[in-house]
Nanobody, 123 residues
Framework: QVQLVESGGGLVQAGASLNLSCEDSGRTLGLYAMSWFRQAPGKEREFLAGINWTGTSTHYNARVKGRFTISRDNAKNTVYLQMNNLRPEDTAVYYC????????????????WGQGTQVTVSS
């Protein structure tokens, strides 16, 4: 059973970088496709980036492509989201999610979620 815990969020100024981590304490992360989502107050949960279980295929939301990079280290049971050139509109709670069967951008298709980590970008 995958058990996801995000970390690495915080308060930063516009233009800064953050590297979010999502660790699976159940040590089964290598069996799952993984994605990052975010949700701002009053808005729907938004797909950001996904990576297949081997790490050989990735998919990005056009809104963050080129600024955000998803990666994984299955030996460490961890998936990462490197975020560069952060903007105030990136302010949200960031979640990682796991799915046994392939990548999808639909949040409803993910069986497992972390508790989220807050990212706040000041102007």
């Amino acid at each position: 059973q995958v058990q996801l815990v995000e970390s690495g969020g915080g308060l930063v100024q516009a233009g800064a970088s953050l590297n979010l981590s999502c660790e699976d304490s159940g040590r089964t992360l290598g069996l799952y496709a993984m994605s990052w989502f975010r949700q701002a107050p009053g808005k729907e949960r938004e797909f950001l980036a996904g990576i297949n279980w081997t790490g050989t295929s990735t998919h990005y939301n056009a809104r963050v492509k080129g600024r955000f990079t998803i990666s994984r280290d299955n030996a460490k049971n961890t998936v990462y989201l490197q975020m560069n050139n952060l903007r105030p509109e990136d302010t949200a709670v960031y979640y990682c999610a796991a799915r046994r069967v392939g990548l999808t951008t639909l949040s409803s298709e993910y069986e497992n979620w972390g508790q989220g980590t807050q990212v706040t970008v000041s102007s």
